[in-house]
């Protein structure tokens, strides 16, 4: 008797939702409308079955990316020769310094930075003045060599050019490397001339 009220009682809840028991179970998702058409716009078809990549089916094709820009290239030697100067302001002078650790002196400051670039360059001022090509003042480049007379008529000094009537150089004892004017009264007065080095040239 209690079998009976069982299968009765669960055959009435199957009559009871119809749309459930006359639907077989499905495992591919239906799709709205506007999922067709996105699929459609993306070229995918609406059967997801059909999703399965054939081994020579265009979707394993590795879609070409776009590489990214080249970095810009290297700054030319007269940039460089600037910037790293300029790194080393505020250095204290040194009579024959070589280092920023001991300090520069104007020759030792001209050839450390030259350096850096791979440029060698003699160890004195005098010496420096004998190299490369003679420039005119209404021609001075970033990176060109400008001299001086600071102890009698000879070369004593040093510094490097960089813009705008601008040089930078290691001055003297008690002083630290820095940006002077050539237009200056002391620097105008003191003027030799300017060289560029071979390897700017």
Known sequence: MRIKRTTAAVLMFAASIPAFAATP?????????????????????ADWDSLKPEPDSP?????LI??????????????????????????????????PKTGFDCSGFVQYVFA??????PDTSA??????????????????LVFFHTRGKNVSHVGIYLDNG???????????????ELSDRYWAQRYVGAKRPNTLS
Not at 31 to 38: G, M, P, R
Not at 59 to 63: F, H, K, M, N, S
Not at 67 to 86: G, Q, V, W
């Open 25 to 45: 179970w499905s495992p591919t998702p239906s799709c709205d409308e506007a999922a067709l058409q996105t699929l459609y716009s993306m070229g995918l078809p």
């Open 59 to 63: 979707a394993l094709v590795p879609t």
């Open 66 to 99: 776009r590489e990214p820009a080249a970095p810009p290239a290297t700054a030319a030697p007269r940039e460089l020769l600037a910037s790293f100067a300029m790194t080393l302001r505020d250095i204290r002078y040194r009579h024959g310094g070589r280092a």
């Open 116 to 121: 850096h670039v791979g440029i060698d360059l």
């Open 127 to 144: 010496n420096q003045f004998e190299d490369g090509v003679r420039v005119a003042r209404s021609e001075l480049r970033t990176g060109d």
């Open 166 to 180: 601008r040089f930078i150089h290691s001055p003297s004892s008690g002083k630290r490397v820095r940006i002077d």
